[in-house]
């Protein structure tokens, strides 16, 4: 399996970078990697819980750097690459996972709110993005995944409008990163998932789910492993010739 997911050849064992890993889709995410024989490096502002999805992590043997950063300071995100490098010396893998969602209707957005979910959805992703990358560089090889939503390409209904736009900033980022990367043999590629069932959408209402439901052919709202299971695949040499694509993972909610 080891070899499934490491697409250089040359590198005896794959080092990950998982952002907002200690609950949700990140989580799920960081446990796919490890079973694949990954080191990982999980990034999270959540000590509590990124400790506890490190001991599920170590379970499975997958060296492991745990670090409390915030994605939104780059200086927090120099410091990611830094000690990614110290302790592993390269990077195949980053997944640009963590985000924050917002449900204000159009009128109620303020300034601030406005600001802050910017500098992590949008903001944090591009600038991560940027130091990882320089490193894969001079590796010339990497896969980064980036993790946008549904509401990226359709707007906002039950989310907010600033979540969508940042979305929607994300699929744009994914295609002129993968332009920049593609010439030294790196993959940037996104995932949009549909609607998931994790924190952020445990506040969604049983009666907007059910609506959702009704308009999924699939019948079901994702569970994380469903997106993982994207990510992985992306993450694979078995996507080695994919670069600049937007995979849905919403049940068929949306086709395009
Ligand atoms: N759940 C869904 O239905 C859904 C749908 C589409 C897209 N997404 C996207 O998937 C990603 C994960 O969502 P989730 O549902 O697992 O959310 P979640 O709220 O369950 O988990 C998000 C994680 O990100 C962390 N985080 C937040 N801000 C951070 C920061 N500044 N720096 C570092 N970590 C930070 C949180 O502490 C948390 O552990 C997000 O980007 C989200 O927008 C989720």
């Not at 200690?22 to 990034?43: D, Y």
């Not at 990124?50 to 001991?55: D, I, N, T």
């Not at 995932?191 to 308009?215: A, F, Q």
């Not at 997106?227 to 694509?245: C, M, P, Q, R």
């Amino acid at each position: 399996m080891k070899r499934y997911i490491n697409s250089n050849p040359k590198m005896q064992t794959t080092v990950s970078i998982v952002t907002g890993s200690a609950q949700g889709i990140g989580k799920a995410i960081s446990l796919a990697l490890s079973k694949e024989s990954t080191n990982l490096v999980l990034v999270d502002i959540d000590d509590k819980k990124l400790e506890s999805v490190g001991r599920q992590v170590k379970k499975r043997k997958s060296e492991l750097l745990l670090l409390n950063a915030d994605i939104s300071k780059v200086k927090d995100i120099e410091k990611i690459v830094k000690n990614t490098i110290a302790k592993f010396k390269k990077i195949d893998i980053l997944v640009n996972n963590a985000g924050i969602c917002s449900r204000r209707s159009l009128s109620e957005i303020s300034e601030s709110e406005w600001n802050k979910l910017m500098e992590i959805n949008l903001k944090g992703t591009f600038f991560l993005s940027q130091n990882v990358m320089a490193f894969m560089k001079k590796q010339r090889s990497g896969k980064i995944i980036n993790i946008a939503s549904l509401a990226g390409k359709i707007g906002g209904i039950a989310v907010g409008a600033d979540y969508a736009a940042s979305k929607a900033g994300v699929i744009s980022l994914t295609k002129s990163l993968a332009k920049d990367a593609g010439p030294y043999g790196i993959n940037v590629n996104c995932v949009c998932p549909g609607v998931i069932r994790t924190r952020m959408t445990s506040s969604l209402p049983k009666k907007v789910i059910e609506e959702y439901k009704k308009n999924i052919p699939l019948g079901r709202i994702g569970s994380p492993e469903d997106v993982a299971n994207a990510v992985l695949f992306l993450a694979s040499e078995k996507a080695d010739y994919i670069t600049g694509e937007i995979l849905d993972v919403n049940g068929g909610l949306l086709m395009d």
